[in-house]
C-alpha cells in the first residue's frame, strides 16, 4: 500500500522569507502523481501544486515549487517570499496507476504559520 | 468558490443513528470522491464514482454507503453512528476518471455524534 509520510507537524516562518515543507512517499509504482493541497482555517481544500512523476522537471506555480527526488521518493514544497494568507494545513498527496487507481493518499499534513 | 456544494454543513446527532450527507459535484465533473478527516485518522479516502458507477473503495466500514445518482449528484449515507465517527466529510469532484488531475473540494460537512 501506497504511503505518504509528511515529517514536520507544525512549522513557522516569517512573511516574506521562505520556508520548505517536507514529504515521502513510499510506492512500487512507477507512473503516479503527487500533490500539495492546502486548508485554510476556512477549512476548504485547494491545490497548491501537481507532480507527475514521470516529468524530471520540478513543477512550479508563482510563489510555490516542488524538490522531486524521484530516486529518494521525496517530494518537498518551497514557499517563497511567504505571505500571511499562506498559513493553513498543507497536505501531500499521491495518486497511482496500480492498487492505487482512483485513491488519493493524503499524509498528514503540516500546519504552517507565517507571522508578520 | 470551488463549485462543489455539501450540504448539510453542521449536523449533531446521537449515537446509533443514521444520517445522509449530500454532495453536488462542480458542473460538467463526472466523479466524486468522499473522505473522512478526523483528528486522529487524518484525510482518509473512503468512496469514489464515476458517471454513476463506483470505481474506487478506501477504507469505508460495513455501516456506511453511497450512491451517485443520474444527475451526478452523491450522497453518503452514515447509519448505527458511534462516537468515532465524528468527524470532517469531505466531498470532490473532477472531470476525470482518476484524481491524477485537480480535485475541487467542498468545504465538508462537520458530523458530530454525541
Known amino acids: 500500500a501506497q504511503t505518504v509520510t509528511q515529517s514536520q507537524p507544525e512549522m513557522s516562518v516569517q512573511e516574506a522569507e521562505t520556508v520548505t515543507l517536507s514529504c515521502t512517499y513510499d510506492t512500487s509504482e512507477n507512473n503516479y502523481y503527487l500533490f500539495w493541497y492546502k486548508q485554510p482555517p476556512s477549512r476548504q481544500m485547494i491545490l497548491v501544486i501537481r507532480q507527475e512523476a514521470y516529468k524530471q522537471q520540478n513543477a512550479t506555480e508563482n510563489r510555490f515549487s516542488v524538490n522531486f527526488q524521484k530516486a529518494a521518493k521525496s517530494f518537498s514544497l518551497k514557499i517563497s517570499d511567504s505571505q500571511l494568507g499562506d498559513t493553513a494545513m498543507y497536505f501531500c498527496?499521491?495518486?497511482?496507476?496500480?492498487?492505487?487507481?482512483?485513491?488519493?493518499?493524503f499524509g498528514q499534513g503540516t500546519i504552517l504559520t507565517v507571522h508578520p | 468558490d470551488s463549485g462543489v456544494t455539501q450540504t448539510p454543513k453542521h449536523l449533531i446527532t446521537a449515537t446509533g443513528q443514521r444520517v445522509t450527507l449530500r454532495c453536488s459535484p462542480r458542473?460538467?465533473?463526472?466523479?466524486v470522491y468522499w473522505y473522512q478527516q478526523s483528528l486522529d485518522q487524518g484525510l482518509q479516502f473512503l468512496i469514489q464514482?464515476?458517471?454513476?458507477?463506483?470505481?474506487a473503495k478506501g477504507n469505508i466500514l460495513e455501516r456506511f454507503s453511497a450512491q451517485q445518482f443520474p444527475d451526478l449528484h452523491s450522497e453518503l449515507n452514515l447509519s448505527s453512528l458511534e462516537l468515532g465517527d465524528s468527524a470532517l466529510y469531505f466531498c470532490a469532484s473532477s472531470v476525470s476518471e482518476r484524481p491524477t488531475g485537480e480535485l475541487f473540494f467542498g468545504e465538508g460537512s462537520r458530523l458530530t455524534v454525541l
Open positions: 458542473s460538467g465533473d463526472l466523479s
Open positions: 464514482y464515476y458517471n454513476g458507477e463506483e470505481r
Open positions: 498527496a499521491f495518486t497511482g496507476s496500480g492498487t492505487s487507481y482512483g485513491k488519493l493518499t
